[in-house]
């Protein structure tokens, strides 16, 4: 006899049964998916960075490269985002065409069904660069390689359905889509009305067993066009055809969309952005049963299935998109606020140019330097759904500040909109992507740190399990052991965050010759034991009502996601061979996330309800309260002049964009910034001799015959960048055309009659 399991565990396991609240069928599927990675090494509170540093960097293969260099950009010169999106309302057909034969939808399948077989970190940098030149085609091209049949036909499907739907959708064939959002339900997919009740029908001629489907669905993107429809219902067998169990839960399908009943809806408008996106219904549509993904045997496993595919792809798409974004506000950015001049010098000389410009530039090293650990994790076959959920959430919030910042530095060049106007399409775009695959708002207040709490934590699953084990003795025995392994943790975690606060982290580990960055490692090493104390304090005084506190949530989801994303800088600057130039966009970043981190600790122990546990901890963790003030005016001058004078660290922030060498306004952007960079000393000289004519300065002897050409051209392609679109009246409204019309005709009218 164990006196300590028999005794006192016992009576643990006992009252924690009691209280521990109940967990739905899809709340404990969304925490089993997927699995864990450096979000684990986080939550013990003392990450191993060597760990982190040996993680392989994420690189492409030879044929992906290829890949990226020829298809990929042939499709970015066939794109003009301004007639996509205002002209065509559409793809043109010869895009379309081009995307199939490609096989652009076909590039998460294996080579044996046809498809390209590229890895994670490929699907991204194809989107990224498709990105950058037109939202439209990068979210026809990323999903479906992102949530839809392609993804769940290959972890899921049976080896017949393998074979006949993949080459189909490699080759495109077959446009997929997948039709989970319920108009009743929203993100709540417990809630989802649509249903799918087993009975015995025809198909094809024969009598077989199958499913009569009922579906309203809305929001999917590529379903106006798709001719198979990925389908998430609620499976019944109220006849018990297939076993004893009635009610069997989430099940997904695949529906063609030629068969009888289904009915695909008009075209949505999101934000104005005109990729195909529509509603779709179904009415007594039956098919087989073989039409299951996974067959019989994956009946109510839909859901499991989705938060597992959800766990990757989200981690990819919409990150892609915007560090793409990201990176282009960036390189537009500094190139218009270089050669924009107000005053007589350039704006991004203004201080106050300077600090979105340092945001901008700083946040693009960011989110860049997140998508590409993660998808170093995806490379190596993890699948981590909280690192997924932090990557959508903080890379389409990012990518709106810096939107933002762009559009305010750009002025009325980003506001008129027109063929010239590279910013206002993206700008428009944000919003979507903020609220798709999951809204953010759901995602930072329940999401990150409800399922990272269980998911990453060392014992906190393995407790839960226990306490819902039906076998009360194996379950004690499990918890017993996991129970006393947890105390111990969190009592080392106590002494270890409590003498790396009180030291301000200065034996806290960093990696061997780490060199001016090994401060930044001792900070983090000392916020994540924080983390973890705060953490467990939180869990073990408010138990399950933790996850309906969901401003505490946040918070703490918010450390977690600053512990991951400086994580990320780190990595990319030692991948990067620790370029001293781009120093200082780390220094930003280490900066701005240690004020958001110590900003919500304070905002934890202000309104933890246990106010001795609060005050215990602050004494413990932030006994001068909240220090972090952010970058300094020397780091926020250093940031924007990445961004602000040719150079490799500005290519190296802003990599493989879309540049076509055309004559669109980026081409020319591009053009004008280097003509003036080059010319820097002229125009110095130019507005030191208070002259503008360049006659006058070569009779002067201020500048040459040589220095004025340049200067003229300079010039030039600046007045080119900053030109805005026009139109004529009758172009922008038919009402205009109509009344233009009728004051000729009245006008003729009344000359006839005098």
């Given at each position: 006899?164990?006196?300590r399991?028999?005794v006192?565990s016992?009576?643990?396991f006992s009252?924690?049964r009691?209280v521990?609240p109940?967990?739905s069928d899809?709340?404990?599927?969304?925490l089993?998916a997927?699995?864990v990675?450096?979000?684990?090494d986080?939550?013990?509170g003392?990450p191993?960075?060597a760990?982190?540093l040996?993680?392989a960097p994420?690189?492409?293969t030879a044929e992906?490269?290829?890949?990226?260099?020829?298809?990929?950009?042939?499709l970015?010169?066939?794109?003009?985002?301004?007639?996509i999106?205002w002209?065509?309302?559409?793809?043109?057909?010869?895009?379309?065409t081009?995307?199939?034969?490609?096989?652009f939808?076909?590039?998460?399948i294996?080579?044996?069904?046809?498809?390209?077989?590229f890895s994670?970190?490929?699907?991204?940098e194809v989107?990224?660069?498709?990105?950058?030149?037109?939202?439209?085609a990068a979210?026809t091209?990323?999903?479906?390689?992102s949530l839809?049949?392609g993804e769940?036909?290959?972890r899921?499907?049976?080896?017949?359905?393998?074979?006949k739907w993949?080459?189909r959708?490699?080759?495109g064939?077959e446009?997929?889509?997948?039709?989970?959002?319920?108009p009743?339900?929203g993100?709540?997919?417990a809630?989802?009305?649509?249903t799918g009740?087993?009975c015995?029908?025809?198909f094809?001629?024969?009598?077989?067993?199958g499913?009569?489907?009922?579906w309203?669905k809305r929001?999917i993107t590529?379903?106006?066009v798709?001719t198979?429809?990925?389908?998430?219902?609620k499976?019944y067998?109220?006849?018990?055809?297939?076993?004893?169990?009635?009610d069997?839960g989430?099940?997904?399908?695949l529906?063609?969309t030629?068969?009888?009943?289904?009915?695909?809806?008009r075209?949505?408008?999101p934000a104005m952005?005109?990729?195909?996106?529509?509603?779709?219904?179904?009415k007594d549509?039956?098919i087989p049963?073989?039409?299951?993904?996974?067959?019989?045997?994956?009946?109510?496993?839909?859901?499991?299935?989705?938060m597992?595919?959800?766990?990757?792809?989200?981690?990819?798409s919409?990150?892609s998109?915007?560090?793409?974004g990201?990176?282009?506000?960036?390189?537009?950015?500094g190139?218009?606020?270089?050669?924009?001049?107000?005053?007589?010098?350039?704006?991004?000389?203004?201080?106050?140019?300077e600090?979105p410009l340092?945001r901008?530039?700083?946040?693009?090293?960011?989110?860049?330097?997140?998508?590409r650990?993660?998808?170093a994790?995806?490379?190596?076959?993890h699948?981590p759904?909280?690192i997924?959920?932090?990557?959508k959430?903080?890379?389409?919030e990012?990518?709106r500040?810096v939107i933002?910042?762009a559009?305010?530095?750009?002025?009325?060049?980003?506001v008129?909109?027109?063929p010239?106007n590279?910013l206002?399409?993206?700008y428009?775009?944000v919003p979507?992507?903020?609220?798709?695959?999951?809204?953010?708002i759901?995602?930072?207040?329940?999401i990150?740190?409800?399922?990272?709490a269980?998911r990453?934590h060392?014992?906190?699953?393995r407790?839960?399990?226990?306490?819902?084990?039906?076998?009360k003795?194996?379950?004690?025995?499990?918890?017993?052991?996991?129970?006393?392994?947890?105390?111990?943790?969190?009592i080392t975690?106590?002494?270890?965050a409590?003498?790396r606060s009180?030291?301000w982290g200065?034996?806290?580990?960093?990696?061997e010759?780490?060199?001016?960055?090994t401060d930044?490692y001792?900070q983090?090493s000392?916020y994540?034991?924080?983390?973890a104390?705060?953490?467990?304090?939180?869990?073990?005084t408010?138990?399950g009502?933790?996850?309906?506190?969901?401003?505490?949530?946040a918070?703490?989801?918010?450390?977690?996601?600053?512990?991951?994303l400086?994580?990320a800088?780190?990595k990319?600057?030692h991948?990067?061979?620790?370029?001293?130039?781009?120093?200082p966009?780390?220094q930003?970043c280490m900066?701005?996330?240690?004020?958001?981190?110590?900003?919500?600790?304070?905002?934890i122990l202000?309104n933890?309800p246990?106010?001795v546990v609060a005050i215990m901890?602050?004494i413990m963790?932030?006994?001068?309260?909240?220090?972090?003030?952010?970058?300094?005016?020397?780091v926020v001058?250093a940031?924007?002049q990445?961004?602000?004078?040719?150079?490799?660290?500005?290519d190296?922030?802003?990599?493989?964009?879309?540049q076509?060498?055309d004559?669109n306004?980026?081409?020319?952007?591009e053009k004008a910034?280097?003509?003036?960079?080059?010319?820097?000393?002229v125009?110095?000289?130019?507005?030191a001799?208070h002259?503008?004519d360049t006659d006058?300065?070569?009779?002067?002897g201020?500048?040459?015959?040589?220095?004025?050409?340049?200067?003229?051209?300079?010039h030039?392609?600046?007045l080119?960048?900053?030109?805005?679109?026009?139109f004529a009246p009758?172009?922008?409204s038919?009402l205009?055309?109509?009344i233009?019309?009728?004051?000729?005709?009245?006008?003729?009218?009344?000359r006839a009659?005098?």
């Amino acid at each position: 006899m164990s006196f300590r399991r028999d005794v006192i565990s016992k009576l643990i396991f006992s009252w924690a049964r009691r209280v521990l609240p109940s967990m739905s069928d899809t709340e404990r599927e969304a925490l089993e998916a997927g699995d864990v990675w450096w979000d684990a090494d986080l939550f013990t509170g003392n990450p191993d960075w060597a760990k982190l540093l040996a993680t392989a960097p994420a690189t492409l293969t030879a044929e992906e490269e290829a890949f990226l260099n020829g298809p990929v950009d042939e499709l970015c010169a066939m794109l003009d985002d301004w007639k996509i999106n205002w002209t065509w309302r559409d793809l043109p057909p010869e895009v379309w065409t081009f995307i199939k034969q490609k096989k652009f939808f076909g590039m998460i399948i294996p080579t044996e069904y046809g498809g390209l077989g590229f890895s994670p970190y490929a699907h991204s940098e194809v989107v990224r660069k498709i990105s950058s030149r037109s939202l439209t085609a990068a979210v026809t091209v990323m999903v479906p390689n992102s949530l839809g049949p392609g993804e769940l036909l290959m972890r899921f499907g049976t080896r017949d359905q393998q074979q006949k739907w993949l080459p189909r959708l490699a080759d495109g064939h077959e446009i997929p889509c997948f039709g989970l959002t319920s108009p009743e339900a929203g993100s709540d997919a417990a809630s989802m009305v649509d249903t799918g009740i087993i009975c015995k029908g025809t198909f094809e001629g024969s009598e077989v067993t199958g499913l009569r489907l009922n579906w309203h669905k809305r929001y999917i993107t590529l379903g106006p066009v798709a001719t198979l429809l990925g389908l998430a219902f609620k499976a019944y067998d109220p006849d018990h055809l297939v076993g004893s169990q009635e009610d069997l839960g989430i099940t997904v399908a695949l529906i063609p969309t030629d068969l009888p009943g289904v009915s695909i809806g008009r075209r949505h408008l999101p934000a104005m952005q005109v990729f195909q996106n529509g509603p779709n219904w179904g009415k007594d549509v039956f098919i087989p049963l073989d039409y299951v993904i996974g067959g019989k045997e994956r009946l109510g496993q839909g859901w499991k299935m989705l938060m597992t595919a959800l766990a990757a792809g989200r981690g990819i798409s919409l990150p892609s998109l915007s560090a793409a974004g990201a990176a282009f506000a960036a390189r537009t950015t500094g190139a218009y606020a270089r050669v924009r001049e107000q005053f007589g010098i350039p704006i991004g000389k203004f201080e106050g140019i300077e600090e979105p410009l340092a945001r901008i530039a700083s946040t693009a090293y960011l989110i860049d330097a997140a998508r590409r650990l993660t998808c170093a994790a995806l490379n190596e076959g993890h699948h981590p759904a909280v690192i997924s959920g932090i990557m959508k959430l903080h890379a389409t919030e990012r990518l709106r500040t810096v939107i933002d910042d762009a559009m305010d530095i750009h002025g009325g060049k980003a506001v008129i909109d027109g063929p010239q106007n590279y910013l206002g399409n993206l700008y428009r775009g944000v919003p979507v992507s903020i609220t798709v695959e999951g809204a953010n708002i759901l995602t930072r207040n329940l999401i990150i740190f409800g399922q990272g709490a269980v998911r990453a934590h060392p014992y906190l699953l393995r407790e839960m399990n226990a306490l819902g084990d039906t076998d009360k003795a194996r379950g004690l025995d499990t918890f017993d052991k996991a129970f006393w392994a947890h105390v111990v943790h969190s009592i080392t975690n106590l002494f270890r965050a409590w003498g790396r606060s009180w030291s301000w982290g200065a034996f806290a580990p960093a990696p061997e010759d780490a060199g001016p960055v090994t401060d930044f490692y001792r900070q983090l090493s000392r916020y994540a034991s924080a983390f973890a104390l705060c953490a467990d304090m939180a869990l073990l005084t408010l138990g399950g009502k933790l996850k309906r506190k969901e401003m505490l949530s946040a918070r703490f989801g918010d450390i977690l996601s600053e512990l991951y994303l400086l994580s990320a800088v780190l990595k990319r600057w030692h991948d990067e061979g620790r370029q001293e130039i781009d120093l200082p966009a780390v220094q930003w970043c280490m900066a701005t996330g240690f004020r958001t981190i110590e900003q919500r600790f304070a905002d934890i122990l202000a309104n933890l309800p246990n106010r001795v546990v609060a005050i215990m901890l602050k004494i413990m963790i932030q006994p001068m309260g909240a220090r972090g003030r952010g970058p300094s005016d020397k780091v926020v001058h250093a940031c924007a002049q990445l961004v602000l004078e040719p150079s490799v660290a500005r290519d190296r922030l802003t990599p493989d964009l879309s540049q076509v060498d055309d004559d669109n306004s980026v081409a020319r952007l591009e053009k004008a910034f280097l003509l003036v960079t080059a010319a820097e000393d002229v125009f110095r000289r130019m507005r030191a001799a208070h002259l503008h004519d360049t006659d006058a300065a070569i009779k002067q002897g201020v500048i040459t015959p040589v220095e004025a050409e340049q200067y003229k051209a300079a010039h030039e392609a600046v007045l080119r960048v900053i030109e805005v679109d026009d139109f004529a009246p009758e172009a922008l409204s038919p009402l205009k055309k109509a009344i233009g019309m009728q004051i000729v005709q009245e006008r003729s009218e009344s000359r006839a009659a005098g």
